[in-house]
């Protein structure tokens, strides 16, 4: 690599090391842009205004905070308690089949162009007690980070399924602006290929747990 | 209108910021109220403040952050009564997600606004429902969600951290040292290894960057366009959104994919932080490989 570019590399190698010895992630994140930022020719000030509009650009992501006081407050007043007695009642005792299930209808969110912003709204207040209802306590760890697990398998190869999904647009333009004549169609009829694959390989894993715990 | 949406979320960080702050209990009371406090100064006035100033308040964000002192308070158990009404709130968000949605849709407005709109929406449908439901007193409700965003902590930044260190990294040319990497280490006529590389590329910037969207254009100008579609004629639909989804392997197994890794293990309370990395490492795995083969077999078949 030239010399006069190794900052990019230290900010990258910033990055990795912060990732592999676990260190605070905001700090790690905000010091790599620090580096690749001052080490590329910028000002203090001027990587401040950078920093600061970035973030206020970005405010959608995290308008999911909106939803935490009506979820709290039904769980205070005892819907997981709920879930768990009627899941019981139910006799429903197939948490794999609970978890692929929960999968395949984010795909179909996905596949309708729905941001539901499952993990929030739905994985903690609905389907972790879902599925952790009829297992064992030791188990619940595992049965918990599985539903997280099944939000993001149906979530991400799911909204690819969708020709306005963001990512989708995203690289119809990518390519467009490169000079490739694209297709919306084509490129997500290509995309049914992971989805069905992250189906089968979610479906294998969610068995498996649970098999580990009828043993 | 989007304005609007993050003034209310503004006013909700107040809110919790106040509460925090009048929590006797709460171990770190001051600096995780001044936390929320500031956050919600820069959702509330933002647009407001000169970008220098909200820079240096983000800056003062990660500070707190990492001297350890945003801290979640204690959480009382919860009532053991509930009924079935208790999922009426939890499903009206993705109803009124759906049906803004649909509006927009069927009106041809922008969807992905429509939907941030309809979370809002159902947001405050969800919470006057809940109200009503339960008969809570205001105070609690708003102690309840103080407490729910409190385990999430810091985590709530670090999207949007992620998305400004994008833009300095366009800033200081990471993509161009990235592809110039590749094409040092492979020669062009090899197509198996060009494809290996653009795959790994893709996943690996994705684990760096949290997400497919910093990477793709990346990715999609270094390699992809210029080393596998313009010299081997390959149908660039297909390879394009194999491209893209192979980043998502590298999504499955980052911390920096804070949204989709971190806060679950936050918002489910579990005790490693890697819970959900180390289930999904396996799987995403096999779906590199298995997009790795297809790829090669379009591109070589």
Known sequence: ?215 | MLEAVYSLVGLMLLWFALLTLGDQEHPRRLPTGAFWLILGILFGAGSLLPHWLAGLLVVALVLLDGLGLVKAGPTPPSLPAGSARLTIPILLMPASILAASLLCRWRGWDLSQGALLGLALGSLLALLAAWGLTGAPLQEIGHAGRRLNDTLGALSLLPQLLASLGVVFARAGVGDWLAGGVLQLVSPDQRVALVVANCLAMAGLAALTGNSFAAFPVVAQGILSPLLLKPFGSDPNALAMLTLAVGASGTLITQMAANFNLVPVALLELKSSLAVIRLQRPVALALFLGQLLFMIYLTTG
Not at chain 1, 30 to 47: H, I, P
Not at chain 1, 64 to 82: C, R
Not at chain 1, 182 to 204: H, Q
């Open chain 1, 1 to 215: 690599m030239p010399k006069e570019n190794n900052v990019q590399g230290w900010a990258v190698l910033l990055l990795l090391a912060g990732l592999l010895l676990r260190l605070r992630t905001t700090v790690v994140v905000l010091l790599s842009a620090g580096v690749a930022g001052l080490g590329c020719g910028l000002d203090g000030r001027k990587l401040l205004e950078i920093l600061g509009q970035a973030f206020l650009e970005n405010r959608t992501l995290t308008l999911f905070l909106l939803t935490l006081p009506a979820v709290a407050t039904v769980e205070h007043y005892g819907l997981k308690e709920w879930i768990g007695r009627w899941i019981h009642h139910r006799g429903w005792h197939r948490p794999a089949q609970l978890l692929l299930g929960y999968q395949f209808f984010r795909v179909v969110c996905g596949t309708l162009g729905l941001r539901l912003n499952g993990h929030p709204n739905l994985v903690r207040p609905l389907l972790a007690p879902m599925v952790c209802a009829e297992t064992p306590e030791e188990q619940h760890e595992t049965m918990k980070a599985a539903a997280a697990a099944a939000e993001n398998y149906g979530n991400f190869y799911g909204q690819n399924l969708s020709p306005v999904g963001g990512g989708v647009l995203m690289a119809f333009a990518t390519m467009k602006g490169l000079g490739y004549e694209m297709s919306l169609w084509r490129m997500v009829a290509f995309a049914t290929f992971p989805c069905a694959l992250a189906l089968l390989f979610g479906a294998l894993q969610f068995r498996h747990l649970s098999r580990r715990h009828d043993a």
